[in-house]
């Protein structure tokens, strides 16, 4: 079975958000109107919101290893940086992870990317970037999730309905 289509265009469009979300933070941090964030204790709890959110970014795509599904730069970069030994994949998994972190939550590099952009926001005082991450980059990535388990439904049926089942988010 081959990649569907809807899940590439899915991974562009957020990876897309990536750079919006960038783009407002550097173009914004500074400005008076980000001041309700300059509490030296706001900043160090969105620092922790963002290494959490790594953790859990981290810790999904060290679970997936060789599963993962390399379509982007990213991918790229995280299988060298991770797994240097493995080969570039670019097929659908042949199985469902569902131990460590994937038996919490069914997207734990979504969720963990989310963090990061709301927390990267808070630690360096940049509210247009906060919602930013709120406002496109979390709804993009929900409905990237969407699109990934209609894709993992058609190729691992009820075995992936199951797990849904057992795993809500």
């Known amino acids: ?11 562009w469009i957020t990876f897309s958000t990536y750079i ?13 109107y980000n001041a309700p ?11 922790l919101i963002m290494l959490f959110g790594w953790a859990v970014w981290y810790m999904g795509r060290k679970k997936l290893g060789h599963e ?10 995280a299988r060298i940086l ?3 030994k493995r080969k570039r994949v670019r097929k659908p998994p042949e199985k ?6 994937y038996s919490i939550t069914r997207h734990p590099q979504y969720w963990g990317t989310i963090l990061f952009y709301i927390g990267i926001s808070i630690a360096l005082e940049c509210i ?18 969407k699109v990934e388990e209609k894709m993992m439904l058609k190729m691992f049926g ?3 309905r199951k797990y849904m089942e057992r795993v809500k988010i």
């Open 1 to 11: 079975m081959k990649l569907d289509k809807n899940y590439v265009i899915a991974y």
């Open 20 to 32: 919006i979300a960038f783009a407002v933070m550097m173009l914004t941090i500074g400005y008076d």
């Open 37 to 47: 964030l300059s509490n030296v204790w706001i900043k160090r709890c969105g620092g």
């Open 68 to 77: 993962s599904i390399d379509i982007d730069p990213l991918g790229e970069l």
């Open 82 to 84: 991770l797994h240097p």
């Open 96 to 101: 469902i992870i569902d131990t460590g972190i």
């Open 128 to 145: 247009p970037g906060l919602i930013t991450a709120l406002v496109i980059v979390l709804p993009a990535h929900i409905w990237r999730a």
């Open 158 to 160: 009820d075995k992936y």
